[in-house]
């Protein structure tokens, strides 16, 4: 992890989903950063690509790529690190568009970038973590995204979850939701997403909890959907934002 000692200053790239969906998770993660110092660059908006190379259109896929990695670059050659809150486009980031693009500029990005948890636990290890958080008597459920969990980063969220007082996390553990990208919203693949998602939907009415929370937009959205309602499902940087007011 860089230093920025001079100019704390650090890269946030929301994706699709945040700047589209979900700009509360957005706003979350600018506060957390500068609760803990940070000045928060937000650069030009590109799709990751991710979408298209799941459905095998890599010229697209490339394509985004290369724009988003032109656009990355122009920060990390000044030494700032780039922070992802998305599973999927931090794989993407981090190993499609070196695979895609096989240049060195892909590859400088890709070292410099990190999963939003991975990075805050960093700090936390280093003594560098703002962790002045309010008692917060809760119990959530967390489901780790099939992405975040092939990167090695399925733990992180738990960890960092679990630094506020009060706060019960629970690691759901039971697979994939099912969701699989986007392959859960078309019609023909519908009952087979649900089967998946079963023991996943099925644990978190065991919990009895009220609250889940996951770091994938598309699991949200599945889980949501197969505990059919009574539960709020948000991204941990929801309750970390609330954690810190």
Known sequence: MSEQKEKKKIVY?????????????????????????????????????????????????????????DELHKFVKQGYDVLTACPSCNLAIKEDHPFLLQTEKSREVAEKTYFFSEYLNKLHAKGQLNTSFKQMSLTVAYHAPCHLKAQGLGEESVKLLSLVPGLKVIDIDRGCCGMSGTAGFKHRHYESSMTIGQSVFERVKELNVKLVATDCAGCEMQIGHGVDGGIEVTHPLIILDKAYA
């Open 13 to 69: 790239y929301p994706g699709c989903a945040v700047m589209f969906w979900e700009p509360e998770i957005g706003k979350a993660a600018v506060r957390i950063l500068e609760r803990n110092g940070f000045e928060v660059l937000i650069p030009k908006h590109q799709c990751c690509g991710v979408a298209k190379a799941s459905y095998g259109n890599f010229k697209a896929a490339r394509r985004d790529a290369s724009k988003l990695v």
